[in-house]
């Protein structure tokens, strides 16, 4: 039988040198001594994870493959791989060929560790389907045999080398990050010998880390979207707010929206087409539909909203022409392009659960209908981890406006090309030459659920202090507010020829509140 157990001593050596010698010996001899590179603390819990599955191997060459053994592989190369994912997450959104370090064969340690750690996992899976065609390592591994196995030849080699390798790691971390208390260094420094120079950079902070271990670190609060996360208190008091004297704009009107959403009584956005006098309704879980008098529809579309790329919840919407442009929640879009042709089956099929055929996929240009490219990220740089509630659109350009969280704590506006889809420019909102604040107050604490775009200007309905902001499409900044009429759970914005429309909850009724326009 060629799977005999000389030949799985042999593989579990190579195995050994391949997982421990090769990838632990270039970074601690080439890259440390030689290139003189100290590993961070994270490449440290990698290095020490191989380390320990290298040494595990020597049990098994020296005890064969007891159950206790491979199951401790298993465990350590789940623990690398968490410390190895959790290394590359830090550094693989970053541009091209940014990292920490230097690289082994062209790719850098943290990569590495990934690679290696799901290597161990697959050699030891093919070892086990391998072992009961061996009567001797099957009786290892059930524990019907117990004996102590010479190694080989090249075994011996291997062992040598994996001793001399602990020891220099262990020489190696001694210098760079000493001994307890001290834990290691993130950045790191120069790998040296000098005792007297290296000493001086030990630190102990990775200690404090581990008190302040939390789950939901980092990790933004649920934004306030009505009818589906509504817990949030607003203070809607404008006199509170940061502005000093602003115009109040007139209530003209109210109206009751009755039509009918598609999972929920709530409307997320309005949205208004001047040319036809129609409104866009959209639903928080991508339903949109186009009426005239606020009680019928003619024309709709419901996303398939959770396949492909997830929309979350949907919360605004805009016009540009007679097409729709939406955004979820986590800042991915879609678009409702109208159509003059009837819609191809198949994309139809892909893209839609419901819909009268009067709209395709606006994003889809120039692809044929097996390409699945209408729903793109509007990836933003400062509001990295905030969400959106308020979307504007022009002919050009695209704007999404972040609500503040315990995470990002400043109100972004992004500003993103149509056509590439991409960050154009990004700004936190602040107030424009002769907009007066009060002292020592900011836009940070205002909470904006609604846009549009008018001319030169974004209007931004800030539901917090009830205040609708006028910001400069060019300079993102703020160069007028206005007071706004009291409402009952306003949460969009539209923008008419002579008027502004909000939308509104009450009594388990939609409605629409019609206002004077500021310019």
Avoid at 253 to 275: F, P
Avoid at 420 to 426: F, H, Y
Wanted: contains cysteine; proline residues 3%; charged residues 20%.
């Amino acid at each position: 039988m060629c799977f005999s157990e000389k030949n799985f001593n042999a593989l579990m050596a190579t195995a050994i040198m391949l997982i421990l010698v090769i990838p632990v010996g270039i970074a601690n001899v080439w890259l440390g001594y030689v290139v003189g590179e100290s590993p961070c603390v994270l490449c440290w819990w990698e290095r020490i994870g191989m380390i320990l599955v290298g040494l595990l191997g020597l049990f098994i060459l020296r005890y064969g493959p007891r159950l206790r053994y491979v199951a401790a592989v298993f465990f350590i190369a789940a623990f690398g791989m968490h410390m190895g994912l959790r290394h590359l997450g830090n550094f693989v959104q970053l541009d091209v060929d940014m990292g920490l370090g230097a690289s082994i064969l062209g790719v850098r340690t943290y990569t590495w560790a990934a690679i290696v750690y799901w290597a161990v996992v697959i050699v030891m899976s093919l070892f086990l389907i391998f072992i009961k065609k061996s009567a001797e390592l099957n009786a290892d591994f059930s524990g019907q045999r117990s004996v102590i196995k010479p190694f080989s030849a090249y075994g011996k080699v291997v062992f040598y080398l994996s001793f001399a390798l602990v020891i220099s790691n262990g020489v190696q971390a001694f210098f760079t990050n000493g001994i307890p208390p001290y834990g290691g260094k993130a950045p790191t420094d120069r790998m040296s010998l000098n005792l007297a120079m290296s000493s001086k950079t030990w630190e102990r902070y990775v200690w404090d880390r581990l008190k302040s271990f939390n789950l939901k670190k980092d990790y933004p609060q649920r934004p306030y979207i009505r009818g589906v996360f509504d817990t949030k208190k607003f203070n809607e008091k404008f006199a509170d707010g940061a502005v000093l004297g602003a115009p109040k704009l007139r209530l003209l009107g109210t109206k009751q929206i009755e039509i009918k959403m598609n999972r929920g009584e709530m409307i997320a956005s309005v949205s208004y087409d001047e040319k036809n006098q129609e409104f866009a309704l959209t639903s928080s879980y991508a339903g949109s539909y186009f009426t005239k008098d606020l009680k019928n529809f003619d024309k709709f579309a419901v996303l398939d909203y959770q396949n492909s790329w997830n929309l979350g919840h949907t919360t605004a919407s805009a016009f540009v022409g007679e097409d729709l442009l939406v955004i979820g929640q986590n800042k991915t879009a879609y678009g409702l392009k109208r159509l003059k042709e009837p819609m191809d089956k198949v994309i139809e099929y892909r893209t839609f659960l419901q819909t009268s055929g009067d709209y395709g996929s606006y994003f889809e240009k120039g692809v044929d209908r097996y390409t699945k490219d209408g729903r793109p990220f509007l990836t933003m740089i400062r509001a990295k981890q905030a969400y959106a509630l308020a979307f504007a659109a022009d002919e050009k350009f695209m704007y999404i406006i972040s609500a503040p969280n315990d995470v990002v704590k400043n109100v972004v506006i992004g500003k993103f090309l149509i056509s590439e889809r991409k960050l154009s420019a990004e700004a936190y909102l602040k107030p424009a030459k002769g907009l007066e604040l009060k002292q020592k107050r900011n836009f940070k604490d205002y909470y904006v659920v609604g846009a549009a775009s008018v001319g030169d200007q974004i209007l931004a309905y800030s539901r917090e202090y009830n205040t609708l902001l006028s910001i400069n499409k060019n300079s993102l900044e703020v160069v007028q507010a206005y007071e706004m009429p009291q409402m009952s759970e306003p949460h969009s914005l539209a923008v008419g020829a002579d008027r502004l429309y909000v939308l509104g909850f009450e009594g388990g009724k939609n409605l629409l509140y019609e206002m004077e326009r500021p310019f």
